[in-house]
């Protein structure tokens, strides 16, 4: 079993940065593919980036593209979301997963498990 734990939402202004983390526990999660995926109101949850188990391959949904950065720690139970140049359209619950399957992973039905999510709000 893998929990996740998800922190560092809050406000920022557009054009501004904020970094998200995702605390992991549990066997294994240096094996998995991990990703960030966003909700916003009333709208269905969108892939954002994912990583794979080494760090050393990583995918970025074409909105966040040079602007987010998803990284990990292993050795600190630690996955990020460096999110920069911050648009509104960025806003939403952030959410941290992890796949027992190998290999960077888009899909969200592709995830095992899932955190309680982390708000971000873009706001001037």
């Known amino acids: 079993q893998v929990h996740l734990v998800e922190s560092g939402g809050g406000l920022v202004q557009p054009g501004g940065s904020l970094r998200l983390s995702c605390v992991v526990s549990g066997d294994y999660w240096t094996t998995y593919t991990m990703g960030w995926f966003r909700q916003a109101p009333g709208k269905e949850r969108v892939f954002v980036a994912t990583?794979?188990?080494?760090?050393?391959?990583?995918d970025y949904a074409e909105s966040v593209k040079g602007r987010f950065t998803i990284s990990r720690d292993n050795t600190k139970n630690t996955m990020w979301l460096q999110m920069n140049t911050a648009k509104p359209e960025d806003a939403g619950v952030y959410y941290c997963a992890a796949a027992t399957e190998t290999g960077l992973r888009i899909r969200e039905y592709q995830y095992d498990y899932w955190g309680q999510g982390t708000q971000v709000t873009v706001s001037s």
């Open positions: 990583i794979t188990e080494s760090g050393r391959a990583t």
